[in-house]
């Protein structure tokens, strides 16, 4: 869709966008992280930029994008850093959509220094938790604010891509949560993206396979429905 032909019908509206992942550091040179290029998320704070919203672009590690034009980007290389960065950009904003890929996990300690081989034994991993802030986002929400939260799924034997996607829906308490299908080249460093946009007032849409700003419009689409 050509930015002239869409609606302004996010005027004198604030929304928040994360994207990219983050790296969580081992030492000054080594990080654990994830392939999220920040391409959805991208797409996502733009669309909502050319529908007249004022934009806050809260970013992780992306491959090297550039920022997006008329939106404030800030940057937040780990989880906690964009924990922080999220909640204050969201205290005024009306939809806050959490695109990132947050690391689960983190390294408990950071070595100060480069860590070394050798000495003959391998050095343990130990990862803390990190906070979820999606979780925290819908927690201290203020009324009438939109959040939206994405989950990008393979299915199991418990399960397809939607059947985990309801279940997270559920458990985040988010307005809306996109799922996308994983797995076999799906979604992640390829520029398509397909999947369903699942509401907690029970509805549900699937998202044709097309462009991830095919996919940013039908999202803004339904938040704009629920402002
Ligand atoms: N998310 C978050 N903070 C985290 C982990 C995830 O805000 N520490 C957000 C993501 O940005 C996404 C949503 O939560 O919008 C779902 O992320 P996902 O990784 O699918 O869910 P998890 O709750 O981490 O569950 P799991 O990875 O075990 O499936
Ligand atoms: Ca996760």
Redesign the pocket.
Known sequence: ERADALPRDLEGRHVVV?AGGTREPLDPVRYLGNRSSGRQGYAIARVAAQRGARVTLVAGHTAELADPAAVHVVHAPT?RE??VA?HEAATDADAV????????FRPVDLAENKIKKGGGEVPPLRLA?????????VRERPAGQVV??????TGDETGGPLH?GRE?LR??G?DL??VNAVGDGKAFEVSDNAGWLLGADGGEQEIPNGSKALLASRLWDAVRARL
């Open positions: 994360s989880a964009m924990q999220m959509v959490m695109a990132a890929a947050v690391a689960d938790e990190n906070p979820d802030i999606l979780a925290g986002l939206v939260g994405f989950a990008a799924e985990h997270k458990r985040k988010s949560l996109v």
